[in-house]
């Protein structure tokens, strides 16, 4: 197919929630897949697409995800149960400015933690 990229396999990891923070305030959600390169997250909180937030995995410390981790919003599906009854509301971010340790980290965690639940 001509343009079409291959995306990364999803995870889903039981009970992950994600605080992300805009600078302006901070909120919290769980997350309902996760990639090697972004994630999506469960939330009635809109944000504009490119707005870039901290995510802070709400995990125990031994757990092997880098503390911060810097996100771009993608895409924003709205909160409308009177349209779209059966659609999870929440925010598309891709990953952003991690170094490779950071990615290795996220990689090992989802290989330990993750359970595959589609591909890209």
Not at 27 to 46: A, K, M, R, Y
Not at 87 to 94: C, K, N, Q
């Amino acid at each position: 197919m001509a343009g079409h990229t291959d995306r990364a396999p999803r995870y889903h990891v039981n009970g992950l929630s994600m605080i992300y923070d805009t600078g302006d305030g901070f909120w919290s959600g769980s997350v309902i897949d996760v990639s090697e390169t972004g994630l999506f997250i469960e939330t009635h909180h809109e944000l504009s697409a490119e707005t870039v937030v901290t995510l802070m995995p709400d995990v125990s410390e031994e757990e092997q995800l880098p503390f911060e981790i810097k996100a771009k919003v993608v895409r924003t599906i709205e909160y409308d149960p009177d349209n779209f009854f059966d659609r999870i509301p929440g925010l598309a971010l891709s990953l952003v400015e991690m170094s490779d340790a950071q990615k290795q980290k996220v990689a090992a965690f989802l290989q330990s933690h993750g359970v595959p639940c589609r591909k890209g």
